[in-house]
């Protein structure tokens, strides 16, 4: 069959990567893509926006499953217009995907369906909001309700911090104006954050590996909140207690919640977690692959990944060998961001070292902000490859990540020096 991804950022060029990997696939098409995608697929010069646009090309080619890697389309209804087309798409519609587009719909379903999370209260104006926050003797995090790239999070040590995280969200607009009309204030959780990722399909849910992502964009979770920063997999600090908890207390009750609302979840269910000492409290839901989670939990996927999502689709998840088959190596993803990110920063520059870094054993450079200019590959976003490595051990896998980064350069390039400290500090102990 043939196969079309909607995205241009790592998680897509993870997603091509392993798609074409299936024997049941002739050839990947992505839109838009980046350079790397162009690599593992065909790039599509369409706009993942233009929805009739999508369906006439997935007409045209006769493509057999779809599978939308970013949140944007799923907010705006692309898996409802391909369902009304007949064709065949993975993900969930635009009602489900309220858990991911709305802070504000995911934190009352929260409080509905007595999923563990933390004390929040949800505003419209940012007088209330001040007010509130003038009265809080805590820590506190504010969120932009709507979609910010992974960016509308603040983490506010002080009151000061507070109030100008409202100003920058609903008064600034910083984050967009639809992403600012409301606000979640919720209490500063301390702990250290947890990424489940599970596939949900009817009433079978199966959680993939535990990752740890790294959201601070410095050293020692130091900086501004990004979309990531880098990933390892499997995470140590997920024990099966913890597990066990994080699938009683948090998936179930999320997925049946839905399906009494009559938004039934089918897709992947990504919940970003704190682990505090009363337990594991979701942060936020997304409602996709995570990036950059899913390249590390990708490196080590030996299942074929077409069968996983079609089983999805026709809800049929629990006919695929328990647990699915996964590579028994450690992954770790390091990302490599443009210098400013998440703020102002500069386009264009040139990579090099990318086919050195690439020929380096079990080592895949995963393209996310990149574009090709002739035989040049030049960056093209904040976040620009996510350099991923399996190895014996997690130290290994993460020396491997660290060996290929050293072969890649271009002007000022950014990256956290500490991905997967956390978990090896916990193995010595």
């Known amino acids: 069959m043939k196969v079309l991804v909607l995205g241009k950022g790592g998680r897509e060029h993870a997603l091509v990567w392993k798609l074409a990997q299936s024997r049941r696939v002739e050839r990947v098409f992505c839109?838009?893509?980046?350079?790397?995608t162009a690599e593992d697929g065909v790039n599509v010069p369409l706009d993942t926006d233009d929805f009739d646009k999508l369906v006439r090309f997935a007409r045209k080619e006769e493509i057999g499953l779809t599978v939308v890697g970013?949140?944007?389309?799923?907010?705006?209804?692309?898996?409802?217009?391909?369902?009304k087309a007949g064709l065949r798409v993975f993900g969930p519609t635009k009602d489900a995907a309220q858990l991911e587009s709305s802070k504000a719909f995911a934190k009352t379903l929260m409080r509905h369906a007595d999923v563990p999370t933390g004390e929040f209260k949800i505003f419209d104006h940012p007088d209330p909001a001040r007010q509130y926050i003038a009265t809080r003797e805590y820590p506190v995090v504010v969120k932009a309700d709507g979609l910010a790239a992974g960016k509308g999070v603040v983490v506010c040590s002080t009151r000061q911090d507070a109030f100008a995280a409202i100003d920058r969200i609903m008064v600034r607009e910083e984050f967009g104006r639809e992403a600012g009309r409301k606000i979640v204030i919720?209490?500063?959780?301390?702990?250290?954050?947890?990424?489940?990722?599970?596939?949900?399909s009817g009433r079978t849910i199966v959680a993939l590996p535990p990752t740890q992502d790294h959201k601070a964009a410095f050293d020692g979770d130091t900086g501004p909140n990004t979309g990531g920063m880098g990933a390892y997999c499997p995470?140590?600090?997920?024990?099966?207690?913890?597990?066990?908890?994080?699938?009683?207390?948090?998936?179930?009750?999320?997925v049946h919640a839905m399906k009494r609302r009559r938004q039934p979840f089918r897709g992947v269910l990504y919940v970003g977690l704190m682990t505090t000492p009363q337990g594991p409290r979701?942060?936020?839901y997304n409602c996709r692959f995570g990036d950059p989670e899913t390249q590390p939990v990708l490196m080590r996927l030996r299942t074929d990944l077409v069968d996983v999502l079609e089983a999805v689709i026709d809800d049929r998840l629990e006919t695929l060998p328990e647990g699915l088959e996964w590579d028994p190596?450690?992954?770790v993803c390091v990302v490599m961001a443009a210098k400013g990110y998440p703020g102002k920063y500069e386009r264009g520059l040139p990579i090099l070292g990318l086919a050195e870094a690439g020929r380096l054993?079990?080592?895949?450079?995963?393209?996310?902000?990149?574009?090709?200019?002739?035989?040049?590959?030049?960056?093209?976003?904040?976040?620009?490859?996510?350099?991923?490595a399996l190895g014996d051990t997690l130290a290994d896998a993460k020396r491997r990540a660290y060996e290929a980064v050293a072969l890649i350069q271009y002007r000022d390039a950014h990256y956290r020096t500490d991905i997967a400290d956390k978990a090896l500090r916990c193995e010595t102990v």
């Open 70 to 83: 970013s949140e944007e389309p799923l907010s705006r209804g692309v898996v409802d217009h391909f369902q």
């Open 186 to 200: 919720e209490k500063r959780l301390e702990g250290e954050e947890l990424s489940i990722l599970a596939l949900v």
């Open 329 to 331: 190596r450690p992954a």
């Open 235 to 254: 995470a140590p600090l997920a024990t099966p207690a913890l597990l066990d908890a994080v699938d009683r207390d948090v998936l179930a009750p999320t």
């Open 31 to 36: 839109a838009p893509g980046n350079a790397g």
């Open 282 to 284: 979701v942060l936020e």
């Open 361 to 388: 054993p079990d080592v895949k450079v995963f393209h996310a902000g990149t574009k090709r200019d002739g035989d040049r590959v030049l960056t093209d976003g904040g976040r620009v490859l996510g350099v991923t």
